[in-house]
């Protein structure tokens, strides 16, 4: 018996950020979007706890304890008082470390994957406060669509959304930490009176008029000038992008992944294949969004 769970990748279209709190965390007001790029997790019966994972950049990932996806099973497991005997499977499609959520999409599949072969019924808030837990993009893995991440991004509020968007994504070579990121922020404002973190009505308005335009204008992430900092050479490859007849282009979150809002699906494929081109990333790949949050594909069988 296995459980197999969708996740998706998340991109901020609004990415405000307060001053440091005093427990080492920002206020923010994260506006996400959930985009189809997609990790599966698959959790089966075992001896004990375990972890594989395949796909591009699965080297990079820890199969150890402190993989999102196995602390999932084990806050789960515990909650419920009974082992977390399972092997966790991660298939990788979204880029590791790359300002996407990757981790966080695994550790929110994996908790729903174990709440379904378990039947441990738990319900959506719980599930929520386990994800809460994990970190902070993990409650939105779990939700997906649109939302206003406040607090430190995990207290969330769903947003309509009045079409879809497509989008771009480089992935650059390697990636970047997020506590290194948001370290950057902090020097980069020492002295200053960094203001407390709104979302922008302009941009909530454009999400909810599926208006490409008014969301490529309304774009923001307040840690690019952090990442850039941190990965100069990203300026180049939002360049190649904006020269490409990108709506709009900004650096993913934490980056080092950059995100290029487009008109529709076919000047994605064009502007993937400049970006490619220009050689100022990895690779370079086309999603839209919104899409669902962790999704149960299905149970089966067949071992793996
Ligand atoms: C950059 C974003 O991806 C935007 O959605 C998130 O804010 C990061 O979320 P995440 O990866 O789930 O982050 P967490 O695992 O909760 O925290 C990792 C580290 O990032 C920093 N961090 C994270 C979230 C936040 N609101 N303020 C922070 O300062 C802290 O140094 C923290 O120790
Ligand atoms: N299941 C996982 N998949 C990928 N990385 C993981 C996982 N569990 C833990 N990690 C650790 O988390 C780090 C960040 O990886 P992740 O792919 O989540 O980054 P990210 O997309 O930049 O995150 P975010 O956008 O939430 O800040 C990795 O370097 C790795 O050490």
Same mark, same amino acid.
């Given at each position: 018996?296995?459980?197999?769970?969708?996740?998706?990748?998340?991109?901020?279209?609004?990415?405000?950020?307060?001053?440091?709190?005093?427990?080492?965390?920002?206020?923010? =007001?994260?506006?996400?979007?959930?985009?189809?790029?997609?990790?599966?997790?698959?959790?089966?019966?075992?001896?004990?706890?375990?972890?594989?994972?395949?796909?591009?950049?699965?080297?990079?990932?820890?199969?150890?304890?402190?993989?999102?996806?196995?602390?999932?099973?084990?806050?789960?497991?515990?909650?419920?008082?009974?082992? $977390?005997?399972?092997?966790?499977?991660? $298939?990788?499609?979204?880029?590791?470390?790359?300002?996407?959520?990757?981790?966080?999409?695994?550790? $929110?599949?994996?908790?729903?994957?174990?709440?379904?072969?378990?039947?441990?019924?738990?319900?959506?808030?719980?599930?929520?406060?386990?994800?809460?837990?994990?970190?902070?993009?993990?409650?939105?893995?779990?939700?997906?669509?649109?939302?206003?991440?406040?607090?430190?991004?995990?207290?969330?509020?769903?947003?309509?959304?009045?079409?879809?968007?497509?989008? @771009?994504?480089?992935?650059?070579?390697?990636?970047?930490?997020?506590?290194?990121?948001?370290?950057?922020?902090?020097?980069?404002?020492?002295?200053?009176?960094?203001?407390?973190? @709104?979302?922008?009505?302009?941009?909530?308005? =454009?999400?909810?008029?599926?208006?490409?335009?008014?969301?490529?204008?309304?774009?923001?992430?307040?840690?690019?000038?952090? =990442?850039?900092?941190?990965?100069?050479?990203?300026?180049?490859?939002?360049? =190649?992008?904006?020269?490409?007849?990108?709506?709009?282009?900004?650096?993913?979150?934490?980056?080092?992944?950059?995100?290029?809002?487009?008109?529709?699906?076919?000047?994605?494929?064009?502007?993937?294949?400049?970006?490619? $081109?220009?050689?100022?990333?990895?690779?370079?790949?086309?999603?839209?969004?919104?899409?669902?949050?962790?999704?149960?594909?299905?149970?089966?069988?067949?071992?793996?």
């Amino acid at each position: 018996m296995s459980v197999t769970v969708r996740v998706p990748a998340k991109v901020n279209v609004q990415l405000a950020v307060g001053g440091a709190r005093p427990d080492g965390f920002h206020d923010l =007001a994260n506006v996400f979007l959930a985009v189809g790029l997609y990790d599966e997790v698959t959790v089966s019966p075992a001896d004990t706890l375990r972890v594989t994972c395949e796909g591009p950049g699965a080297s990079q990932v820890p199969l150890d304890r402190t993989n999102l996806a196995a602390r999932a099973a084990e806050k789960l497991a515990a909650r419920y008082g009974r082992p $977390a005997d399972v092997h966790v499977h991660i $298939a990788k499609d979204i880029p590791v470390a790359g300002g996407m959520a990757g981790g966080s999409a695994d550790g $929110a599949g994996a908790l729903l994957a174990c709440d379904a072969l378990w039947g441990t019924g738990a319900s959506r808030e719980e599930l929520l406060d386990i994800c809460a837990e994990l970190g902070s993009d993990v409650p939105f893995s779990l939700v997906g669509g649109a939302a206003l991440g406040t607090g430190r991004g995990e207290k969330l509020r769903t947003l309509e959304t009045g079409g879809t968007f497509h989008w @771009v994504f480089a992935v650059a070579d390697g990636g970047l930490s997020t506590p290194a990121v948001y370290g950057e922020f902090d020097r980069l404002n020492e002295g200053v009176e960094v203001p407390a973190p @709104v979302a922008s009505t302009r941009l909530l308005d =454009a999400l909810a008029a599926g208006d490409p335009d008014a969301l490529a204008a309304a774009l923001t992430n307040d840690l690019q000038p952090a =990442a850039l900092s941190l990965r100069p050479s990203l300026a180049r490859t939002l360049d =190649a992008g904006t020269a490409a007849g990108a709506l709009a282009a900004l650096v993913s979150g934490s980056g080092p992944t950059t995100a290029f809002l487009v008109r529709d699906a076919e000047s994605a494929a064009t502007t993937a294949e400049a970006l490619l $081109a220009s050689r100022t990333c990895r690779t370079a790949r086309v999603a839209a969004g919104p899409v669902p949050g962790a999704t149960v594909l299905g149970s089966g069988t067949a071992p793996h």
